[in-house]
């Protein structure tokens, strides 16, 4: 009797220590509270979301593609934005750059974050008319354009190419600031399907003018 009171404890104690030994091996840890690792990762869609009903284009408004980043690229979503004016001229371009860059310099919709667009256009970046002897159609940015991110140049030219902002034309002609002497040379950028596939193209994507 004596003996087996002596032996109990052992006993216990042996089985605790494998015990140990066997959660140690298997690699699990306690722990005093559930984690929450969160949602599972989901790929991006990229799927342009279609245009918020209440914002339906009327007087002094018109729809326009906008081009955020998606995936690796630049993508077009529709938005309703304010028309720069009734008559073509230079006033009518300016307005439009501006209302386009406007777009861009907003964080994008809920449904449009969902889908997985964003933008990387600064959010001072600001833009102006053509300088002392520049071609009437140039529009100068704040910031040079080969300093800005590859992303926001590609979302800026593809956006401004083909609408009022550019003339209509397929191409738009941008600049830096316009500095005491004229500034850099403004250069013309087309929104070609490599700049809106790779973006780092945009660096390399402006041309003299003739």
Known sequence: ????????????????????????????????????????PSRASCAPPATEEER??????????VFLVCGGAVSAVERTVPLGGSEPGPDT??????ELLEELRENPSRAEREAGFGSSVPGELEIDGPGDGDPGGTLRL???PG???????????????????AGQEDSVVLGGPARDGGGAPPLRYSCTDALRGSPEAAKTAGTPLP
């Open 1 to 40: 009797m004596s003996t087996t009171r002596r032996t109990a404890p052992g006993l216990r104690a042996t089985a605790a220590a494998l015990a140990a030994l066997a959660l140690g091996g298997c690699g699990i840890r306690s722990t005093p509270v559930p984690v929450d690792a969160g949602p599972a």
């Open 56 to 65: 339906r284009p009327g007087d002094g408004t018109v729809r326009a593609e």
């Open 142 to 144: 704040s910031r040079d």
């Open 147 to 165: 300093g800005l991110p590859s992303f926001a140049l590609a979302q800026i030219v593809c956006t401004l190419a083909g609408t009022a902002a």
């Open 93 to 98: 371009r300016l307005e439009t750059a501006r």
